[in-house]
């Protein structure tokens, strides 16, 4: 069976979701998988192991042997882009590449290999998707992000860009659409890529779970210290509101999961998100922590009121401005320890992808 390569359109358009729930369904199949992300940028080290950061939530998913076959390939950390492009050894990547590929497809019934970014990255190496699809003698699903016009346009560019280099296109996958347009969206574009040739593999919806952080990821971020609340580090951040109004405007503003960013001066702001927490606590809180700024410490009687009610208290340094474009700069990833995300992810695709027309679309 010919290796699946799973590239995307664009940046962050859900690559390695895709990849974990197909990982899952093959297996459901009977189906030994092996995965691989072999060029990338994030870097992480698990013992002797270098893992793209998606890599390792993928890893987790394989079992004890994950972090063998995940393994990145070529790290191009800081810099090294620059260094190669003048001292280039195409070949050799190459090579090195296409002998751990060719490793886990003959160990296994199926091998996955997503991509870096978008299919373009990596041709100043010679080692865009288009060269590594070739490579491995692999068939490319791309994904594209939700909408129609868009998401139509930009497949139709990624696959020219694939078919110009000679690689074979299997199909596309149209992810993130907005539950309210669904089915407009998923019978527009079907018919759409099917206007251009390219097969339509499944239409998955958005999954707001799959895009909001942690708590644990905001901390990771901001780098700041956490004045209380361990136990509600794993609270889901789907709403955030910076606390610079009154607190009875304020409490308007609250829907459940929200991330409170308020300057550690503001005590009356500290107390109204306090008792919002206090009364809807069941069925989940309002807030979901605070964002203390300026490095501002509230005093020892707000912290003893944030670890009663196990509320997590993030204190940073940044004022609130930066702590929030930095918070809302930020596309935050699955994690190895996600198990909810990780259980939507197999859950969307065994509902929405064409699993067994993607396999018999891998057939020799």
């Known amino acids: 069976m010919r ?21 899952h369904s093959f297996r459901k199949r009977g189906l030994t998988v092996a995965y691989t992300k072999p060029l990338g940028q994030r870097v992480s080290k698990i013992d002797d192991h270098r893992l793209h950061d998606d890599a390792m939530v993928v890893s987790r998913l394989l079992g004890e042997e994950g972090c063998d076959q995940a393994e990145m390939v070529i790290a191009l950390n800081k810099g090294r882009v620059e260094k190669e492009i003048y001292d280039l050894d195409m070949a050799d990547q190459m090579v090195r590449i296409q002998e751990t590929c060719k490793r886990l497809a003959d160990e296994n019934d199926i091998l996955i290999v997503e991509s870096m970014g978008h299919v373009a990255m990596g041709s100043c190496l010679g080692l865009s998707s288009a060269h590594v699809i ?10 594209a992000g939700g909408g129609i016009g868009r998401a139509i346009d930009d497949v139709a560019l990624c696959g020219g860009f694939l078919k110009s280099q000679g690689t074979e296109l299997l199909g596309a996958v149209i992810n993130k659409v907005w539950p309210q347009k669904y089915t407009r969206v998923m019978k527009a574009t079907t018919q759409g890529l099917a206007n251009l ?33 361990e136990q509600g580090m794993r609270n889901i951040v789907s709403h955030t509101i910076i606390a610079a109004m009154e607190p009875g405007h304020m ?3 609250l829907r459940r999961g929200t991330l409170v960013i308020t300057p550690g001066d503001n005590h009356a702001n500290m107390k109204a998100s306090l008792r919002a927490y206090m009364i809807s606590r069941q069925g989940g809180p309002l807030v979901s922590g605070l964002i203390i700024t300026g490095g501002f410490h509230p005093g020892d009687e707000y912290v003893r009121m944030f670890k009663e ?6 204190l940073v340094k940044e004022d609130t401005y930066r702590a929030a474009s930095k918070f809302h700069e930020t596309t935050f990833k699955i994690t190895p320890d996600d ?26």
């Open 134 to 143: 070739q490579g491995i003698n692999a068939r490319a699903l791309l994904i």
């Open 197 to 229: 040739g390219i097969r339509s593999y499944g239409t998955v919806p958005f999954e707001e779970e799959l895009s909001c952080p942690t708590m644990q990821q905001v901390q990771d971020l901001l780098k700041g210290e956490l004045l209380s609340g």
């Open 339 to 364: 198990h909810e995300k990780i259980n939507a992810a197999i859950c969307l695709v065994a509902e929405y992808l064409d699993v067994d027309g993607i396999l018999a679309g891998l057939a020799d």
């Open 251 to 253: 409490i308007d503003h």
């Open 3 to 23: 290796p699946l390569y799973i590239a995307g359109t664009r940046r962050d358009v859900g690559k390695t979701t895709l990849s974990l729930g197909l990982l």
């Open 309 to 314: 009610l196990q509320l997590p208290a993030i």
